[in-house]
Every structure is written in C-alpha cells, then in structure tokens.
Nanobody
C-alpha cells in the first residue's frame, strides 16, 4: 500500500484546510489515521478511522474542529480542519495498517504504511 498526502499550505488563524490521503492498493479492512509533527516535537496522533464500519477516534481537544472521513470509491481519506490556530502548524502524515489492535489507534508504531507528509502552516 502506498499513501500520498496532499492539501497542506499556509492559512491564517481561524481558517480551514482539507487534507487528502490517496491510497493505492487494497485498504478495505484497514485502519487509517492522521498524525502530525511540529518542529522539535514528537509525532502525535490526530485522528483515525476504520474503513470497515467507519468508526472514528480523535485526539483530545481536536474533535469538533477536525473531522476525518473516507471515500471508499476513491480510496481516499480526508481530514477537514477548521478554526485553525498557530499551534496546529506541523507536518501532517497519513498512515495505514491492516494489523491494528483498535485500542492502539493512537500509537504511531501500530501503523506500517506512511505517506510522505504535507506541511500545514497557520499564521497568527
């Protein structure tokens, strides 16, 4: 499985962006997620979604501003980000796995496929 993230860019505080993650290969029973890494910080969990059933999970504090979704026909995952603030500035990575224990949805090492990352910069 290969993942291609896109949609990052520069946005003013309060603005919105939608990230996309296009997957090649079979993902029907996968869990896919978004992580982000700010300069000098560790990679952190943002959101995850199960492709079978559509169950979602979010990092504390992001649900309500961020929304993860998928389009099975397009084999693409999305992250809609609203009310962005400078603390959201980071490289955003999409990830996928077919072997996740669901309780580990927020652990980066649980994912075995990663996209290249897309930079989101929020100006104040």
């Amino acid at each position: 499985v290969q993942l291609q993230a896109s949609g990052g860019g520069l946005v003013q505080a309060g603005g919105s962006l939608r990230l996309s993650c296009a997957a090649s290969g079979r993902t029907s029973d996968f869990v896919t997620g978004w992580f982000r890494q700010a300069p000098g910080k560790e990679r952190e969990f943002v959101a995850a979604i199960r492709w079978t059933g559509g169950t979602t999970r979010y990092a504390d504090g992001l649900k309500g501003r961020f929304a993860i979704s998928k389009d099975i026909a397009k084999n693409t995952m999305y992250l809609q980000m609203n009310s962005l603030n400078p603390e959201d500035t980071a490289v955003y990575y999409c990830a996928a796995t077919s072997r996740l224990i669901w309780s580990n949805f927020g652990v980066p090492s649980s994912y075995n496929y990663w996209g290249q990352g897309t930079l989101v910069t929020v100006s104040s």
